[in-house]
């Protein structure tokens, strides 16, 4: 009896085996074929005018930080990669501070909400994802350009006497991107601070803790991993942006994705837009594991 019971759940894990086969092959070719292409093409030559040569070498590797002098081939410092590396990771880390900023009391406030007027806050938080992400920058674009509506409305009040310069530098950047991913860090704060305890805040005002006590040592331990899951959802993106660095930052203020963009259009270097393209893919996943590690020891502390 008890082999025909593990034959049958044998046959079952191979029928539910053969099921999933075809969606994991797609899903297999569909995800890791590209990214396998992508790395195979950093590792090459480029060609005379686009695509490749089918030569091993690690020069787009070396390029990403180094440049090679046209004359005696020796390697310096590439300072215009490094300067837009830089650019890329400052404007990220910045964006994820101001939502971070931002998103926590907002988040903090809709969930000390009635339950009644939590889904209506929560509809407001998510109506810019109802727009495309090119229409969103384009609105920004119409507030801080020089005749938009913020340097109107204050030259209006008297406040200024001519336009503010904002529209194509990291500024103009760092508030578009802040403004669209400002969603992305907003719910998983909610989600955090919702189940969050709130007589845990009551009891340590009752052990006379200030405010700012209660806040670092009772709120943010508890609701770390909102803080973390959103800073991820926030970075990650802003790290690859392509559409806000290119329409806030007028082609001038380039950030990674512009640069990779760069390499496999007038570039005219598809194994270092491959590399540039892979050496992306590893810092996501770095961070990526960062999370899960901290999420991990999370679960370890309270579990």
Known sequence: MAGASEARAIADVRRNWALVAPALVLLILGASGPILIVAVYSLLEPGDYTGVTWRFTTEAWVSIFMQRDIFDGTLGWSEAHLTIFWRSVKLSLLTTLITLAVGFPTAWFIATRPARQRAMWLFLITIPFWTNLLIRTFAINEVIRAEGLLNTTLMGLGLISEPIRIIYTDTAVLIG????????????????????????????????????????????????????????????????????????????????????????????????????????LIIVAFALLLYVRTTSAGDRRHG
Do not use: C, H
């Open 177 to 280: 991107m802040a403004y669209v991913y400002l969603p992305l860090m907003v719910l998983p704060l909610f989600a955090a601070i919702d189940r969050f305890d709130l007589r845990l805040v009551e009891a340590a005002y009752d052990l006379y803790a200030s405010r700012w006590r209660v806040l670092v040592r009772v709120i943010v331990p508890i609701v770390r991993p909102g803080i973390v899951a959103g800073s991820i959802l926030v970075f990650v993106p802003s790290l690859g942006a392509y559409v806000t660095p290119r329409v806030l930052g007028g082609g001038k203020n380039m950030m990674i994705g512009n640069f990779i963009e760069l390499q496999f259009g007038q570039g005219r270097n598809w194994p270092l837009g491959s590399a540039l393209a892979m050496m992306l």
